[in-house]
Structures are given as C-alpha cells and as structure tokens.
C-alpha cells in the first residue's frame, strides 16, 4: 500500500481539552445555524457529511435529516464514530472520490476541512461527487482554509500531509451551478497560532 499519514483524531482536531471541547461547541453552533436556514426552506430527509472523521460534527445533521450517512476513509475513526454514534450510519469508503451514493440523494451536504488536504485534481474530483449526489433544490455547507497565501506540504505528496487555502471563488467557480449564498469566517477557541482558519462556503442548488 502506498505510504500515507494516517489521520487520527490528533489530526482531525489539532488542540485537546477545554480549547478543543470550546472548538466543537463553536463548529456544531455555526453548522447547525446553516442548518436550520436550510430546513426552512424545505425539509431535508438526507444529509451527507463527506469526510466525517470520528463524527464530531455528524450528530447535527441528525438533530434534522432524518437519514444521515457519514463518509470516511479512516477505518479507524469510522470505527470510534461508529461506536459513539450507533444511531448514524458511517460508510468507510476507498476514496472521497467515489462515494456510494446515488445520484441526486441528499438535499444537504457538509464537507468541514477536507478539500483542504487534497491537491486540486484530487478536490475537483470530490466538488464533481458532491454535485453527482447533490439533489435539486438541496444545500451545500463546505468550510476550508480560504487563505491562498497559505500551502503546507507538497501536492505531490499530499496523502504525507498537506494543507492548501483557496479563495471562495475557486470553489463558487467549480460548483456551478450551485449558488454562493453565504460566506463567514470560521470561528474556533481564542488563542490560536492562526487568526484565519478558514471560511464556512453556504451553497444553495437552485
């Protein structure tokens, strides 16, 4: 098997006690605040989150879909947010790139920190898996490093680790024809190195 860094929850959350349990509070916060701008506008019997780590933002998708499925290629943290959360199900997948999932099956979708990672032959293929799945109508909630000043790693060498910052435009320029609605920073826990963190990209199909 090629050589790759294998993600943990170390990874997925690069702070621990109180500083990361202030950053959950504060994701799930603004996740759910998108959330429910899209439930009113129209009910949201399926939600994917691709990319779902151990599941730290999953559950607030269930506060509302009724069917939520998360997505992820660490067979580890499909393992722990299988077993923290048994009433969601959680899909270990190869590949972002190829989810198993119909087409046009969810009216929501939420990628928090994933395309970031990827090179971007690599993001396009997932931004093509998110428009294939993405129903009529439905919404999108991608929240990235946006800073394009800022690349981490080599592309070439993504899967040993690597972070990329893309404006908004890219990505409003590559969901065509999906809608750009809403952009805000991303919040966490005070006293990070980093200022920007990213941006939450709210997406609407029309």
């Given at each position: 098997m090629t050589e790759r860094l294998r993600w943990t929850p170390a990874e997925v959350v690069d702070v621990s006690g109180p500083a990361a349990l202030l950053?959950?509070?504060?994701?799930?916060?603004?996740?759910?605040r998108y959330l429910q701008i899209a439930a009113s506008r129209g009910p949201i019997a399926r939600a994917y989150d691709i990319g779902s780590?151990?599941?730290?933002?999953?559950p607030v998708l269930a506060e509302i879909a009724t069917d939520v499925v998360g997505f992820e290629r660490e067979a580890d943290l499909v393992a722990t947010a299988?077993?923290?959360?048994?009433?969601?199900?959680f899909e270990r997948v190869e590949s972002l790139e190829?989810?198993?999932?119909?087409d046009a099956s969810a009216e929501f979708v939420l990628t928090f920190t994933v395309l970031q990672h990827m090179p971007d032959a690599r993001a396009e293929a997932v931004i093509g898996e998110i428009l294939r799945v993405l129903r009529p109508s439905g919404h999108l909630l991608l929240v990235e490093e946006t800073d394009p000043a800022l690349e981490a790693g080599e592309?070439?060498?993504?899967?040993l680790g690597y972070t990329r910052g893309r404006p908004p435009d890219w990505y409003a320029a590559r969901l065509q024809p999906l809608r750009l609605d809403a952009t805000a920073p991303r919040v966490i826990e005070p006293g990070y190195p980093r200022a920007d963190v990213g941006s939450y990209l709210f997406f609407h199909r029309p």
């Open positions: 950053r959950n509070y504060l994701e799930q916060r603004d996740v759910r780590g151990f599941g730290r933002l999953t299988a077993a923290l959360l048994p009433a969601i199900r190829r989810l198993p999932a119909a592309p070439g060498r993504a899967d």
